[in-house]
């Protein structure tokens, strides 16, 4: 089963938008969000825990991103947009028992990128 991610586009500062992926993974507890931004390592911005509903966040998008599931998919609520949050967004099913959740190298199933342009 392949991670679907969508909900990109382009906007200007301070717009909202609204990322979807899906399906959760039987037997996958981890779902996260990262960014790969034109030259630059892919980078964390958010996570959810679907046994505890615990979530993360990157430091950059703390009080703008929220991260929420329902029964099937994890979403990322993007509001006050900077040109900075211009990347391609990946969601990502982190592998059971890795140590941390932070890191790329610990999600072992991909979704295809959604691309995310922010105008200024």
């Known amino acids: 089963v392949q991670l679907q991610a969508s909900g990109g586009g382009y906007v200007q500062a301070g717009a909202s938008l609204r990322l979807s992926c899906g399906p959760k993974l039987p037997n996958r507890y981890m779902m996260s969000w990262f960014r790969q931004a034109p030259g630059k390592e892919r980078e964390f911005v958010a996570g959810?825990?679907?046994?505890?509903?615990n979530t993360y966040y990157g430091e950059s998008v703390k009080g703008r991103f929220t991260v929420s599931r329902d029964s099937a998919k994890i979403y990322l609520q993007m509001n006050g947009l900077k040109p900075e949050d211009t990347a391609v967004y990946y969601c990502a099913s982190k592998r059971p028992y890795s140590a941390n959740l932070y890191s790329a190298s610990d999600y072992d199933r991909w979704g295809q990128g959604t691309q995310v342009t922010v105008s200024s």
């Open positions: 959810l825990s679907w046994s505890s509903g």
